[in-house]
């Protein structure tokens, strides 16, 4: 598969600080890329870059062709990138369904809030957009909580309801920063089970994530960063191998 996403020489710098060096890769359409390493070693400013929250230092992102590093947040989501945050980011006193229908709204001709409207048009696309968050509840096995206040979820079925708010507008690109945070042996299973469920679609996914297990169980590829440069990138079994990633992050062998 040819690579549809790149990133070139990618640099952040705060005041005297740089939080990622010189950063390049590029990722194939379909797959699922991992991005791990220490505390503070660039992850998540890595996400913030490609969604366009902060800007970088130098260097450049380029999804599809076009270059996003001059972009706001809503014109690079608009070409197909969503993501999730490490911090659940729901709307807790609204039901399950409304969350999943706000994110709808974005890319459908009746808006969630002009579909309150008692006007035979906006009754009928309200109709449609309930039914199509209706299917990305059941994609994502959480109709039966369609009418509970999101804030009353689990913390594993909030994430899942953030995962779904994300691909239910239908991106190219999801940024997943540490889904399974927090999360039981089980709820990380079923993340998962769900990321792994991407896989060969529409969907590449670029993923955070401190769980081992989680990484290297799901992923095509596995990037590790240490103090914001790039350490290894490769297969999970050979990052699993290399000695440098070892010593830096996984841990000495006994």
């Known amino acids: ?140 096995d959480l109709e039966e909580h369609a009418h509970r206040p999101a804030g009353a979820l689990s913390l594993g079925l909030q994430r899942r309801l953030e995962v779904a708010r994300a691909v239910a507008p239908g991106p190219k690109l999801l940024l997943l920063d540490e889904p399974a945070a927090g999360m039981n042996i089980a709820e990380t299973e079923e993340m998962a089970a769900l990321i792994s469920s991407f896989r060969g679609t529409d969907l590449t996914t670029l993923l955070v994530e401190h769980d081992m297990n989680l990484v290297m169980s799901i992923s095509d590829e596995v990037i590790v960063l240490n103090y914001g440069s790039l350490l290894a990138r490769g297969s999970p079994d050979r990052v699993r191998r290399d000695s440098r990633v070892i010593s830096a992050y996984l841990g000495t062998r006994e």
């Not at 996403?5 to 699922?32: H, M, P, R, W, Y």
């Not at 690079?76 to 969503?82: K, N, R, T």
Request: glycine share 10%; charged share 20%; net charge positive.
């Open 1 to 140: 598969m040819s690579s549809f996403f790149e990133v070139q020489d990618l640099t952040k710098n705060f005041g005297g600080i740089t939080a990622l060096s010189e950063l390049s890769f590029t990722q194939a359409k379909g797959s699922i890329l991992a991005v791990i390493g220490p505390n503070g070693a660039g992850k998540t400013t890595l996400i913030n870059l490609i969604s366009g929250i902060i800007r970088p230092t130098q260097g450049e992102v380029v999804f599809q062709g076009r270059r996003l590093s001059r972009m706001a947040p809503h014109e690079i989501a608009a070409l197909g990138v969503a993501r999730t945050f490490q911090k659940v980011m729901i709307f807790g006193n609204m039901t399950v369904l409304e969350n999943v229908m706000v994110a709808l709204s974005r890319v459908t001709s009746c808006g969630f809030v002009s579909g309150m409207l008692s006007t035979r048009k906006a009754k009928r696309e309200t109709r449609a957009l309930t039914q199509r968050a209706i299917e990305v509840l059941e994609r994502f």
